[in-house]
């Protein structure tokens, strides 16, 4: 008998191809995802090294974080070093035979999206991409994690990773949440907890009642956000509702081969009594709507808060911290956060840019209008969550609420394309990150759930959705 | 890949906790296909003015710290995205090993292929190496990967780990793409296994 393993530890087992001396593993990688401006470099290593790819049938490329988001997006470019990088992309993918989908292409979208929709995401796989949020895979019960390029071109050229064995971090939300909170929510809410360093070295599965409960896309929202949190990878166990969800998808496992990979995907739970280094547990009734104040997805606070007083931090650096982030954000102490005014809103990104983000938005802003003081924009996050929202006559909710109804990519979630904010704008996104200069130099985020979002838009400033 | 073997060199106090990786390399500095030439938009959002001229408060413009190769900053450096930009522009500027209490994981593993050192020490130590390099010119440091060695300015010697595989690969400028083609069919071996284990995986395109 084998000692009971996590989820986590069977699937690093079950892809170990050697043990080394130093106490790293050469692990192998099933599944790699690759974009525009991660990848150049590491395609150019190769070629410099007369190298090639150890398995090209295992590699997607799509275009995604500087595409333009605007109907004439094909004439669009903003600058030439965009073009230069989705050229080389294009050109990188055809040199070698690399699945390549295009930016006009009806499947286009941020890869995080573009993976799953396309079953090219599967339980009990490795998966990497030259992108944090590659955690966002973890929803399925995947190994998924973010490399830099030069993993990148090691990946490329040998299928494997050098690393070395993560701890176990369980986070536990079991109960009910209450009306209002999302997995946006329970995301930040774990981020306040644990820290944005508190996963750092650590893979976090997520148990619990709130995350089977959760949709694909609310698990992957959570799962998306685990990187936030410090931790590289996110999972959640694999269930029927995985299994609904990958079922008849273009690069899905069809027929038998579909019913065996549903039995090895079932043995994949951790075992009973499996052991966890660390182990957190969060009352979901416990967890209000979230908002970021500050400049770390760490800064959060329940929308019936207050923005912080540093006088009233313990640690000098974290008093030195915050004073640091509401110099920055243009906020004052004591502030409540329901009237902190914003300018723009921002809906799209991986943590929310799918069907579902979609519709919680439009159920908000059905028959409203946007406060004239704010601009909003919507990005979906890919051409078939984009085809599927106008099937279902959502475009033309969000226009006649005064919304800019977009093409996908990642757009204002970091700004690398022609979407950002001004200097000193605020802005209420569903994207990940409130960094300093995030959406644009100078910018000023905050971060919260797609119906937080919309609700901001119609009041024009942040706002509590249970109070909308 | 550059061999690091020991250096002695200024180190800059840099008491930011949660460097992230936006502020180390801003976004609309990642549109290029190469590796080289970031290092003068290292920090470009802290380091220049709107005009482009350079903050008088920024501790890199200060004349002492001009010629630092460590910095020494706050916990969790390096969080937020996998950007290899980040090591390429601190690197390319001239920086070649962090101290802090704790990185953040990618950020940690792409510095070392990249021939830069990240170390990371209990904080109450890095808060002594800070104060330490606040004396400018005069904050020389030796860093002796061979000896796993940090000197501070004052002669006191202090002890650091790194993974033995990395250090290894650093002393000796080894790239890890060529260690692990040699081990080729150990990869082919794995993958015979996984396609009768889960054919599935073999057999998608
Ligand atoms: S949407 Fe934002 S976080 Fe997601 S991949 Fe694009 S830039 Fe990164």
Redesign the interface.
Known sequence: MTNPRTLYDKIWDAHVVEEQQSGNSLLYIDRHIIHEVTSPQAFEGLRLAGRGLRRVETILAVPDHNVPTTADRETRIDSIESKNQLDALERNAKEFGVDYIPMMDARQGIVHIVGPEQGFTLPGTTIVCGDSHTSTHGAFGALAFGIGTSEVEHVMATQTLILKRSKNLRIDVSGKLGLGVTAKDVALAIIGKIGTAGGTGSVIEFTGSVFRDLSMEGRMTVCNMSIEGGARAGLIAPDQKTYDYIKGRPKAPKGAEFEMAVNYWNSLKSDEGAKYDKEVFIDAADIAPQVTWGTSPEDVLPITGVVPNPADAQDPDKKASIERALAYMGLEPGTRLTDIKVDKVFIGSCTNGRIEDMRAVAEVVRGRKINPSVEGLIVPGSGLVKLQAEQEGLDQVFIDAGFDWREPGCSMCLAMNADKLLPGQRCASTSNRNFEGRQGPKSRTHLVSPAMAAAAAITGRLTDIREL | MDKFTKIRAVAAPL????V?T??II???H??????TGLGKYAFS??RYN?DGSERDDFVLNKPAYRNAEILIA???FG??????HA?WALKDFGIKAIIAP?????FH??CF??GLLPIALPEDIVDEMMKDAEHGANAVFTIDLENLEITRPDGQVVKFEV???RQ?CLINGLD??GL??V??D??AA??AK?KA?????Y???
């Open positions: 008491p930011i906790t949660n992230d936006d502020m801003p976004q609309k990642l549109r290029t296909i190469e590796r959002n802290i709107d706050g916990e969790n969080c937020g995205s996998s950007r290899e090591p704790s990185f953040a994981d990618i593993g792409n292929k990249n993974d033995s595989f290894h890890d793409i692990t083609m081990k080729g150990k990869i794995f993958e996984q284990q889960q054919p599935w995986l057999s998608q395109r």
